[in-house]
């Protein structure tokens, strides 16, 4: 025999409460849903309970409540050394559309700071080097320094660590390595006495100088000069509870030595990796082995159970002459394979069970670093917004319709749920039962249905041309691509996506004469000379391109595609008339957030970019839970 109805809801509701995906929704309001089911239990049984469960199964399935309840891999470095930076308050709706929900800054400033009030998004802040002396002489400095930088802006904004000085250890003057335990001691001793020590978390990152070798990992240990700084500070940082924070590029590796080190390997590509006889682990990406490089120097200097997170990492996207491996190509690779990997919430070989947690460098390419060309290139997004290039991030320009969209359609989400319990509880009081008010009721599903059916609807698409190729010059010839265009679907508001190397190529629209001559007459807009580069698809029909440089056109570097108004089945490509098409399959269709041929990345809070088959769950369990009410 069944248990009987109430115990059910009560049951069910203890589950409810306990449930992980619902932990963003206060719980206030789910105890008084249960209350309100307990009403329901005595009063008004029937299809009502099925129709709550329903409804509460829906936001269980949601993709807001799984986007809320995700543990954190993935976050950026927000460095301003630049004079064309978009506002702060512009960063936070970047970084809201990007889903990137922790940040490092490498100062207070109060104007980022009180930018990101109410944002959501967790930040750490740094106390600049040249503050270390100062703040090492007395807490008295330090505790007005935590007032005024920190304090003042809890807990509007999220504050959640204080790096103290960055890199000192291992290359920046002597007199900065004496004084570091001292500042990071007083930071916390003010934190302490404000009653902010569970809060804000303090830390140092440290570059990789501070190794001796690191090859293989598990031979790594700490500079002999830079032991007697490091491990009382490790010694400081276990007691408090703070993890070692370490600048790792695979980049910077590479560049310093590419006769040596397997781009593929330091890219995430596949490759032979290496092994280390020690541990008899293999290694197949540098990330990886850096890390764990740092947990055996750890390990050997007595601190085996400390968290290693890496505080920066990335790729340049431009360098000089002599930096290899500087490109948007690998760039893009390096940073989107990264993303993939920290989406798996997986350990290294050496520490499995210890999460992989990365700050990328950077959000910004920034303009007025000192030092090689490299230092300016290292940003996911240019100055104006709009991406550098395309890993699955939305940018501010030209998409920003695709950012509000995304925004709407999480509000949508729950838009749409707590309209659906509102026609639910007047059901349930009889409300809908009279005619008049049977009408309002129907308005409202009409409403809700309109609202969820906008928000599952399509995003404008962003096409990479030539995927992985990018813009250059083909080696097989406009053939490349034509056949990277034939079969995917153009429409107006999607995106072309160009990637190439400023200086090196350039974008022109074109008509078709001067797209078959390779001709610059009569262009379509400006000459566009800066890579990457999007633009956006405006008319439909046949649109051409070509690049101007040299001979580039003469030798391929040209696309024409037809651009369709409507949501029509695809459409081939227009073949140019100076290079014969070869047929071939049609490449996959880019996804909604931008995906190259190879798939798109994957959420760096673990979830899907495209959340259309959730939400469609969970629309249909509500509207049906309406429908169910309404005729009960």
Request: aromatic share 10%.
């Amino acid at each position: 025999m069944g248990m009987p109805a109430e115990q059910v809801l009560h049951s069910f509701c203890f589950r409810l409460l306990s449930h992980k995906r619902l932990e963003y929704i206060p719980t206030s309001f789910l105890q008084m849903e249960c209350t309100f089911f307990h009403y329901l239990a005595t009063s008004h049984m029937g299809s009502t309970l099925f129709l709550w469960l329903l409804l509460i199964f829906s936001v269980l399935c949601s993709p807001v409540a799984a986007a809320h309840s995700a543990t954190w891999t993935y976050g950026v470095n927000y460095g301003r050394i630049a004079n064309n930076l978009p506002a702060p308050e512009s960063v936070v709706t970047l970084l809201k559309a990007a889903k990137i929900n922790h940040v490092r800054i490498y100062d207070a400033d109060h104007g980022v700071l009180q930018a990101f009030k109410g944002s959501g998004i967790d930040i750490i802040v740094g106390l600049p080097n040249e503050y270390l002396k100062e703040i090492s002489i007395g807490e008295d400095r330090a505790m007005i320094w935590v007032k005024e930088n920190v304090q003042a802006f809890l807990p509007g904004t999220r504050i959640r660590g204080i790096a103290v000085g960055n890199e000192i250890l291992g290359s920046g003057p002597i007199e900065l390595w004496e004084v570091l335990l001292s500042a990071a001691k007083n930071i916390y001793s003010a934190l302490y006495r404000l009653g902010l020590k569970d809060t804000v978390q303090v830390s140092s990152p440290h570059s990789e100088a501070v190794f001796a070798n690191s090859f293989p990992p598990s031979a790594c240990i700490f500079r002999p000069d830079v032991l007697p700084f490091m491990r009382p500070l490790l010694q400081f940082f276990s007691q408090i509870g703070s993890p070692f924070y370490i600048n790792a590029y695979p980049f910077l590796a590479y560049k310093n030595d590419p006769e040596h080190i397997d781009i593929n390997y330091a890219l995430f590509k596949d490759n032979a990796g290496i092994y280390d006889a020690k541990t008899k682990l293999h290694y197949d990406n540098m990330f990886e082995a850096q890390v764990d490089a740092a947990y055996a120097a750890l390990e050997k200097a007595g601190f085996p159970k400390m968290e290693v997170i890496v505080s920066e990492t990335g790729w340049a996207s431009r360098g000089d002459p002599d930096e290899a491996g500087a490109t948007v190509k690998n760039a893009k690779t390096y940073n989107k394979n990264l993303r993939k990997r920290l989406a798996k919430k997986k350990g290294t070989p050496f520490r499995p069970k210890m999460v992989v947690r990365a700050y990328v460098f950077a959000l910004f390419n920034e303009n007025s670093k000192p030092g090689p060309t490299s230092e300016r290139n290292f940003g996911l997004f240019k100055p104006d917004g709009s991406i550098a290039y395309n890993i699955g991030f939305t940018g501010l320009v030209p998409s920003a319709a695709a950012s509000s969209f995304l925004s709407f359609k999480d509000i949508a989400v729950q838009g749409w749920f707590f309209m659906a319990w509102a026609v639910v509880l007047l059901q349930s009081l009889g409300f809908c039962e009279r005619s008049m008010a049977r009408f309002m009721c129907m308005a409202v599903v009409g409403i809700v249905a309109a609202v969820s059916l906008m928000q599952c609807a399509e995003a404008q698409t962003v096409h990479v041309v030539g995927g992985d190729m990018g813009w250059t010059v083909p080696q097989n010839g406009a053939a490349a691509y034509s056949t990277w265009a034939a079969g995917k679907r153009f429409m107006v508001g999607d995106i072309l996506e160009f990637n190439f190397a400023t200086n090196e190529h350039d974008v022109l629209q074109v008509p078709k004469a001067s797209f078959d001559a390779c001709s610059n007459d009569n262009p379509i807009g400006s000459n566009i000379t800066v890579g990457p580069a999007n633009v956006t698809l405006t008319s439909a029909g046949e649109n051409y391109f070509i690049c101007t440089f040299g001979q580039h056109c003469q030798f391929g570097q040209k696309l024409a595609i037809t651009v369709s108004g409507s949501s029509d089945s695809p459409l081939p490509a227009p073949s140019p008339t100076s290079t014969p098409t070869t047929p071939n399959s049609p490449c996959p269709t880019s996804g909604p957030t931008g995906s190259t041929p190879s798939g798109s990345a994957p959420d760096p809070n673990g979830n899907t970019n495209s959340s259309s088959s959730a939400v469609l769950a969970s629309l249909l369990l509500s509207m049906l839970a309406i429908v169910m009410g309404l005729i009960a």
